[in-house]
């Protein structure tokens, strides 16, 4: 795996059209509520924020998954939700800090971004460069990896004080 | 029934029974009317008895989604909400973006029917099919933020459409307002909502939209973006928004300065150039599925106003208030944002401001009768009659009725009240510069606007007098010519490469259609997508989208159906043919140098009821043009 | 070849096993079981009851996963005790030497010793062979003793198996480990409006029946039915350890340092028979949870080979639909936090609801009930321990929000953003 998907969150205007090319493109049809991109819109700031499935390394989604289903694809480094077994319980979506699991309300399922295989459907069709599909080397991709490293790291406690 | 564009069903609503039904939609609808304005339009046309009154129980107010909305067409986003004009009497219609269109369609309908009146004050939420009729005296009496907050609380990951004071206390002009900062502002579609105690309407949806061919569907937004980004207003706009028509009218000194007095105001240039907004512009913001984002975001970091955040920066309330009040960069951003909150059309509520200014310069209307002194570019004085007007206060319940109404009060007051058909005139003076934008102000279907006609290649660069008033200067390659979208013979009677001119009355008849379609499907009519998307692209994005077959010409008679329907409701209401005038002032006075002839203006007129197959005596749709339209059975 | 021998197939043993393969190809991994089956969701037994996914949905791993990954599994087998001088594993089939030791015993059901619960038409909620006698008894009215999530999923399940269905808990509430009084009542609501009893404050005296289970005697009254379903809580499975010297903690689970090191050395434990520190109070607790389980089995397993790896500490979350809708709890209760200057911030929406518990400006627990999205959110917060404070400076600040954008979905729980 040596590309990832990056959000700059201060191009996106907040268009809406990723979530349109990827509901359409996994689920056939438009529907925002599908997308398994998600863009906050805070109206009175003016910000428009796109959360998505930072595939971590150690991703907290697949750490809690009770079916065991979410799992790194070891060939892409993809996180990969598996469908058979998603018995729909959405731990997942509690152990995700970036609110980048998607409950596919046709299937019963939980969803997240797999990339769309290689050719990410949203970064196609983002209007402003905000999503860009780039190799992991990159300086985004060093941002993202310290994020997602700072947000899914568990607590810094204050070891021996009681074990 | 139809399952594929549309979301298939109307949603009914009867607030004096405090019901609702669901409506299919049925394909032949679809096909004449395409959607948006156009379902509006027969919707209100055969349900709508003459001489209803706007503000009575008998009226009704309908939202319809373009039918594109929802998909990823570009600028794809916008609903039209109609109903009968407590300004002008006439057909009121108004289009606004953002996502509200999106919500009503993924919940299950492509258009809301609201009839009646409810006794209490009530609101609508809709979702996934359902409705539900919800006490609303909690909120009445908020401001529309307010209102937009708690159903935002209430109903994380909605849409709201709601009124504010003005609406609630039936200023003629009140707006609905679309989210925030987005309104369907013009003709008073929001005095009607409140007439119906009806406070706001709530829209989330999770149901979908399913296109026919999501493949080709996809495939036509791309070349349709590719078609926008080549325009050469595209990057202009992209930038810098509508604002871009600002400095070039006040160049041609065709601006709406001090209640059209001026043509521009001495220190505009100054005051309102580029430099000065991008001080308080950030980032942009999009509605959905728009490849432009043309709307600021706007923050005004010093003076009294510092801390006011909002979307803004948007041309016509910048010259309403900014140039026909003579208000400063921040007093205008001020104004906008309370004419969001209060729920007024910015342009008409600017527009009674300017008149009721000029009253009391002409001592028509007196200090006591006010309460303070008032003078243009008092930004104080100007926001407190505001606040007046939005509450029915002392002069303010007199202002809430429009220059039209107000006005006759006053001896001699009328020449004061610059309106069309009872709408006030919004931005451009004609008298400044002869183009198809400022003529189409007196063929509006909505009375005095400017946004129901437009030519999609307008050179703002060149405002030359040298053509005859019939023309306007076309001023662009061959290339421009070749790649508009646009029937050939009709494109060779409009434009006149030779001479480099357009013909007005043409291109109005073509323009008036165009942006009929681009109402009735959802489309923006922003300029790099009035430039290059036309009825080629859009019946083919129409056919994948739907699976109804149609091609350019069957889209552009459903969007002149609509078009003609409007104007016989107009008829039907009474409108005469003399109604089509500017004020007497661009007449008589001079702005720049020029004034209009009327003589001349009225040939244009006849020209143009001739290019829409109308009597060139009367103005009136012929019963050959009825016909050819299918709406014979509509004849009067 | 280091030899590592691990006690126990459940989401501990089967993670540690994993992670320890991950990290070395060359260890010798066998591991221990009781039951008869290849790894499955435990917490899924519900969902399997209920119709809802097949049996063989249930299962995580296939016989064959175990050879892919070379693992030696030795099913359907108890141990006996352990040899810890010796280093040696002794069950009724042989003995097992262990360089390292991981124990992942889990838990059994804890059955009252009243009267009658022996009777046929009895049963325990722990492993698929249960479910599948329950299935196999066909229960036409039955009683769910304990009011858990695993009871309250059961009471759900057999509802909609089409069961009359009774549900006692002994405490003054349901789900009195997961959520306040508020909340489940709430819940309490739900499974009423869907026609299950529900009887709180009621202990169960005695079953009784002929040669099966006819009725039970609770505190209170006399119900007649024919099944008793038992998901009064867990007990943490520790027999061998303590036999073999490890030290058990107050709460009756194994003890173990950050490390998860027993006070043997080289025996590590993990999983639900452990006695794991709370992540948000640092004390002593079992939070006998799947995810807990999982990550213990990691921070065990990589120690044992080892890759020092301190365990931050478990934290409840539990999720579950009832009747379609989603409930949730994370972190602590009220009751929990009893002695702590706690402010609740309750909100409603729409039908949902949700109920955080704020200790010195930072969220100790959360209930939710209709909703799930910005959970995510609030469960990051909690973990990261972030001050409210803060967090209403970073929404009102577009700069900071925009930097800290994760955090936003968390707004509309605490008025903000």
Redesign the interface.
């Known amino acids: 795996m040596n590309k990832h998907l990056q959000v700059e ?2 191009k996106c ?5 990723c979530q ?2 990827c ?2 493109n996994r ?8 997308a398994r991109i998600k863009i ?1 819109r ?8 796109p ?1 998505i499935c930072q595939q971590c390394a150690n991703p907290p989604c697949a ?2 998954c ?3 289903v979410i799992k790194k694809d070891p060939a892409t480094g993809i996180t990969v939700p598996g469908h ?2 998603c ?5 997942c ?9 998607t ?1 596919d ?1 046709i299937h019963d399922v939980m969803v997240n971004c797999d990339l769309c295989w290689g050719h990410p459907a949203c970064v196609e ?1 983002c ?2 460069g905000a999503l860009q599909y780039c190799d992991i080397s990159s300086h985004l991709a060093a941002v993202r990896d310290a994020e997602a490293v700072k ?1 899914t790291r ?2 810094d ?7 | 029934m139809i399952t594929t564009g549309y979301a298939g069903s109307i949603l009914e609503v009867d607030l004096s029974k405090l019901e609702y039904r669901s409506v299919a939609l049925a394909e032949q609808f679809c096909r004449d009317y395409l959607g948006g304005i156009g379902f509006n339009a027969r919707i209100v046309y055969d349900r709508v008895p003459a001489g209803t009154d706007p503000l009575g129980k008998e009226n009704l107010l309908i939202f319809s989604a373009g039918t594109m909305v929802g998909s990823t067409f570009p600028t794809a986003s916008r609903t039209e909400v109609s109903a009968k004009s407590p300004m002008t009497g006439l057909f009121g219609t108004s289009n606004s973006g953002m996502f509200f269109g999106t919500h009503l369609k993924n919940s299950g309908f492509d258009s809301l029917v609201v009839i009646g009146k409810s006794d209490s004050p009530v609101y609508l939420y809709i979702e996934d099919g359902k409705a539900e009729i919800k006490d609303a005296s909690g909120i009445w009496g908020k401001d529309s933020w307010e209102t937009i907050d708690t159903m935002k609380k209430l109903y994380p990951g909605c849409e709201v459409a709601s009124i504010g004071p003005a609406g609630e206390n039936l200023v003629r002009y009140a707006c609905i307002e679309n989210s925030y900062f987005d309104a369907w502002a013009r003709t008073g579609m929001g005095a009607v909502m409140g007439s119906k105690n009806l406070k706001a309407v709530v829209v989330r949806g999770t149901r979908g939209i399913k296109p026919d061919n999501p493949e080709r569907l996809i495939e036509i937004s791309w070349k349709a973006r590719q078609l926008i980004e080549s325009s050469p207003f595209f990057t202009p706009f992209k930038s810098y928004g509508s604002m871009n028509a600002a400095m070039p009218y006040g160049n041609f000194k065709a601006l709406n300065a001090n209640n059209f007095s001026q043509g521009c105001l001495p220190d505009w240039k100054d005051n309102f150039a580029r430099s000065q907004v991008d001080k308080y512009t950030y980032g942009h913001i999009a509605c959905q599925s728009c490849i432009i984002a043309c709307a600021h975001w706007v923050e005004i970091k010093e003076g009294k106003y510092k801390g006011l955040r909002m979307k803004d920066m948007e041309v016509t309330p910048t010259v309403s208030f900014g140039s026909g009040c003579g208000m400063s960069l921040e007093g205008t951003v001020k104004a906008c944002e309370m004419s969001q909150r209060y729920g007024f059309d910015m342009v008409s509520v600017g527009g009674v401001v300017a008149m009721a200014i000029e009253l009391y310069n002409r001592g028509l209307i007196s200090k006591e009768e006010i309460g303070y002194e008032m003078a243009f570019g008092d930004d104080d004085a100007i926001l407190r009659l505001m606040d007046d007007i939005a509450h029915r206060r002392g002069i303010g319940d007199l202002l809430a009725e429009g220059v039209w109404r107000a006005a006759s009060i006053y001896e001699g007051g009328e020449s004061s009240a610059m309106h069309v058909k009872g709408l006030e005139i919004p931005m451009i003076d004609p008298r400044g510069r002869t183009s198809t934008w400022s003529f189409g102000i007196l063929t509006n279907i909505r009375g005095g606007d400017h946004l129901r006609c437009r030519n999609p290649i307008e050179n703002l660069r060149y405002n030359e007098k040298k053509h005859q008033f019939r023309k306007e200067r076309f001023g662009f390659d061959p290339q421009m010519y070749e790649t508009l979208d646009m029937p050939e013979s009709l494109k060779a009677q409009a434009i006149d490469l030779e001479n480099d001119t357009t013909d007005i009355a043409v291109m109005s008849y073509w323009a008036e259609n165009l942006i009929n379609l681009f109402n009735s499907l959802g489309v923006c009519i922003r300029p790099p997508v009035e430039h290059r998307i036309g009825p080629t692209v859009l019946a083919e994005a129409f056919a994948v989208f739907t699976g109804i077959e149609v091609d350019a010409d069957e889209l552009m008679r459903a969007a002149e159906r609509s078009w003609n329907l409007m104007k016989l409701f107009n008829l039907r209401e009474g409108e005469k043919i003399e109604d089509s005038k500017f004020p007497r002032r661009f007449y008589e006075e001079e702005v720049g140098g020029r004034k209009l002839d009327e003589t001349q203006l009225q040939e244009v007129l006849k020209l143009y009821y001739q290019a829409r197959g109308w009597d060139m005596g009367t103005g009136v749709p012929t019963a050959a043009k009825l016909i050819e339209l299918g709406l014979d059975r509509d004849w009067l | 070849m280091v030899s590592i021998v691990i006690v126990g197939n459940g989401a501990a043993g089967n993670r540690a096993a994993e992670i320890i393969r991950g990290y070395d190809p060359g260890a010798a991994i066998t591991m221990v079981a009781r039951e008869e089956s290849p790894e499955y969701s435990a917490c899924a037994l519900p969902d399997y009851l209920s119709g809802w996914i097949s049996r063989e949905q249930l299962f995580i791993k296939q016989w064959s996963d175990y050879r892919k990954s070379n693992i030696n599994i030795i099913s359907g087998v108890n141990v006996a005790r352990i040899d810890a001088g010796q280093k040696l594993l002794v069950t009724e089939q042989g003995d097992i030497s262990y360089d390292r030791l991981i124990l992942a015993t889990g838990s059994r059901t804890f059955l009252p010793p009243v009267p009658g619960h022996d009777l046929p038409g009895n049963f325990a909620v722990k492993t698929v062979t249960d479910i599948d006698a329950i299935m196999a008894h066909r229960p036409q009215r039955a009683v769910v003793v304990g009011s858990g999530n695993i009871g309250v999923e059961m009471a759900a399940s057999l509802k909609v198996r089409g069961c009359q269905v009774t549900l006692v808990e002994m405490r003054g509430q349901i789900l009195p480990r997961i959520f306040d009084p508020e909340s489940a009542g709430r819940i309490r609501g739900m499974l009423t409006t869907h026609g299950i009893r529900v009887f709180t404050g009621e202990e169960l005296m005695a079953v009784s029946g002929c040669d099966r289970v006819e009725k039970v005697s609770t505190s209170q009254q006399v119900i007649a039915c024919d099944t008793v379903v038992w998901a009064a809580g867990m007990k943490p499975e520790v027999e061998i350890a303590s036999q073999a010297g490890i030290e058990i903690g107050e709460l009756g689970a194994i003890k173990v340092d950050p490390f998860l090191q027993t006070n043997r050395p080289g025996i590590y434990a993990c999983g639900d028979c452990i006695e794991a520190v709370d992540m948000l109070t640092g004390m002593p607790a079992q939070r006998m949870l799947w995810p807990n389980a999982k990550r213990q089995g990691e921070v065990a397993g990589l120690n044992c080979i080892g890759c020092q790896v301190a365990y931050e500490g478990a934290i409840s979350l539990v999720t579950s639909e009832v009747f379609g809708v989603p409930v949730a709890s994370m972190g602590l209760t009220a009751a929990a936090l009893t002695g702590q200057p706690v402010q609740v911030v309750e909100g409603e929406c729409q039908g949902s609801h949700w109920r955080l518990l704020l200790v010195d400006d930072r969220i100790m627990g959360m209930q939710a009930i209709g909703i799930t999205a910005g959970l995510g959110a609030v469960m990051a917060m909690m973990k990261n321990r972030v001050l409210i404070t803060d967090f209403r400076k970073i929404v009102s600040d577009p700069e900071l929000a925009q930097r800290a954008a994760w955090y936003l979905p968390a707004g509309r729980f605490l008025n903000a953003g």
């Open positions: 969150i201060d205007t907040g268009c809406g059209l349109l090319a509901a359409v689920s056939q049809q438009f529907n925002p509520s599908l906050h805070i109206e009175l700031q003016g910000l428009n924020v959360s750490a809690v009770l079916m065991n058979n077994s018995i729909g319980c959405r731990a979506q509690l152990a995700c800090p970036f609110e980048a699991r409950y309300h069709i209007p402003t947000r568990v607590p406690w204050e070891r021996g004080q009681h074990g």
